[in-house]
């Protein structure tokens, strides 16, 4: 995918990547990243970031769409 591709998705609301609940993988294994600076690409408007940073960690997201911020 790049990056028209997922401008395109946002644009045409074609995001069902998107989860409304927080990744139960991260959930069940963010005790691995404590201390850490978690990066996360593409991030849309996941929930994850809001919850790893009320756990304690330094969360940087970047995404390219104005619609997914």
Known sequence: ???NDWLQRWENAKTEFHQPEV???LIK???RLAG???F???CGKTLDI???ANKGLRVIGIEISDIAI
Do not use: A, G
């Open 23 to 25: 990744n139960e993988y």
């Open 50 to 52: 809001l919850w790893l």
């Open 1 to 3: 995918m790049d990056n």
């Open 29 to 31: 294994h963010w005790d």
């Open 36 to 38: 850490s600076t978690v």
């Open 40 to 42: 996360i690409p593409l």
